[in-house]
T-cell receptor, first 113, second 113 residues
Framework: GENVEQHPSTLSVQEGDSAVIKCTYSDSASNYFPWYKQELGKRPQLIIDIRSNVGEKKDQRIAVTLNKTAKHFSLHITETQPEDSAVYFCASLSGGGADGLTFGKGTHLIIQP | DAGVIQSPRHEVTEMGQEVTLRCKPISGHDYLFWYRQTMMRGLELLIYFNNNVPIDDSGMPEDRFSAKMPNASFSTLKIQPSEPRDSAVYFC???????????FGSGTRLTVV
């Protein structure tokens, strides 16, 4: 089955700086890559996603890039704010779609004031 | 729409007791997923349904776990008998098609003592 690796496990940045979280996947047929944000005690919420026919997607301060050849994708958050502090999960849907989303282990993003 | 609704929010039970978790997906969504979240293992897919039919239950830990979806608006996850290692947050999620973002419920925090 699909395997998703996520790095780093913890990321601390100064408010206003940028944050980058990286994920790799194993199934070359994977075609859908969402990112979720989970605040403490809350549910994971979809913040952005990208499909395999697109290399980059942006939504205000958040962007995601996909490199199919290298089988990795990244989340970029610019001009970070205190409310960006949370755990972020990447996920991948393998090409067959039969296994559901496979999630990375998560990155705890800490925004330092 | 009220989103994905799970009950109960918290459940504390004694080892050996039966536990039933409930989920109401978003109306019109034809996929329903049960995930378990722990610090050690992250988000693990237990089972998912398409149009009320179980598609993949390979993530169900063992025979003590069972899930049903008797109609499009209701699903249950049952653990019998429960064990302390089953303590986790159990999330239900639904989606329209399998390659769209999942909407998660608020989760059920299960503690088995």
């Amino acid at each position: 089955g699909e395997n998703v690796e996520q790095h780093p496990s913890t990321l601390s940045v100064q408010e206003g700086d940028s944050a980058v979280i990286k994920c790799t996947y194993s199934d070359s047929a994977s075609n859908y890559f969402p990112w979720y944000k989970q605040e403490l005690g809350k549910r994971p919420q979809l913040i952005i996603d990208i499909r395999s026919n697109v290399g980059e997607k942006k939504d205000q301060r958040i962007a995601v890039t996909l490199n199919k050849t290298a089988k990795h994708f990244s989340l970029h958050i610019t001009e970070t704010q205190p409310e960006d502090s949370a755990v972020y999960f990447c996920a991948s849907l393998s090409g067959g779609g039969a296994d559901g989303l496979t999630f990375g282990k998560g990155t705890h993003l800490i925004i330092q004031p | 729409d009220a989103g994905v609704i799970q009950s109960p929010r918290h459940e504390v039970t004694e080892m050996g007791q039966e536990v039933t978790l409930r989920c109401k997906p978003i109306s019109g969504h034809d996929y329903l997923f049960w995930y378990r979240q722990t610090m050690m293992r992250g988000l693990e897919l237990l089972i998912y349904f398409n149009n009320n039919v179980p598609i993949d239950d390979s993530g169900m830990p063992e025979d003590r776990f069972s899930a049903k979806m008797p109609n499009a608006s209701f699903s249950t996850l049952k653990i019998q008998p429960s064990e302390p290692r089953d303590s986790a947050v159990y999330f239900c999620a639904s989606s329209f098609r399998d390659n769209y973002g999942y909407t998660f419920g608020s989760g059920t925090r299960l503690t088995v003592v």
